[in-house]
């Protein structure tokens, strides 16, 4: 859940990110880890598995650059905004598996742009949409919602996704 802890939910303090405060490194993975809520939970959990399942058939080693591209990128994103107190949440880095997951539609022979094409539109509508409803919640938590850091994820994602390329380019051309 992208949601923000309030002073009243004392049990999350020592696991959320928090402004202010000397960041553990456990708080930076289980910060985003932590869910308020069972029904969102839910949904993470689900996404989390059917994109983890997806980029883990194409590498393994794929699948945990997701993973630490979305914690590292959400994090940056926390540590750089001014708006929010304290965060916990796994959609921001969702987003950033989600970017991973289209890049691997690249290995598909059959329709790959077109899968492409309609994934990353479908992702920029729904930022586009949850920016203007930001009511929009899969739960029923009363935390503020930090839709920024959907976005955060998915920039992550692209650039990281655009490291992988750049890299694998330099790996094949001679030296």
């Known amino acids: 859940m992208t949601c923000l802890a309030s002073q009243s939910h004392s049990f999350f303090s020592s696991y959320v990110l928090q402004k202010g405060s000397d960041v553990s490194s456990a708080a ?3 910060g985003q880890l932590i869910h308020v809520d069972v029904n969102h939970t839910v949904w993470n959990v689900i996404a989390a598995t059917l994109l983890g399942i997806a980029i883990e058939a194409h590498s393994r080693w794929l699948l945990i650059g997701a993973y630490i591209s979305g914690f590292l990128s959400v994090s940056l994103w926390f540590a750089s905004q001014s708006i929010y107190n304290q965060y916990c949440g ?6 950033c598996l989600f970017i991973f997951f289209v ?3 690249t ?5 790959r742009y077109t899968l ?3 994934a990353t539109i479908g992702l920029a509508i729904k930022l586009f ?5 930001p009511e929009i919640y899969l739960g029923s938590s009363n935390w503020i919602i930090a839709h920024e850091s959907h976005l955060a994820g998915a920039v992550g994602g692209v650039l ?13 051309s001679p030296v």
Request: proline share 0%.
């Open 160 to 172: 990281s996704v655009a490291l992988v390329v750049l890299a694998k380019k330099h790996l094949r």
């Open 129 to 133: 949409y949850e920016f203007h409803q």
């Open 116 to 118: 492409m094409f309609v």
């Open 107 to 111: 290995a598909s022979k059959q329709h």
């Open 28 to 30: 930076l993975i289980l």
């Open 90 to 95: 796994l959609s921001g880095s969702l987003h």
């Open 103 to 105: 890049y691997t539609l």
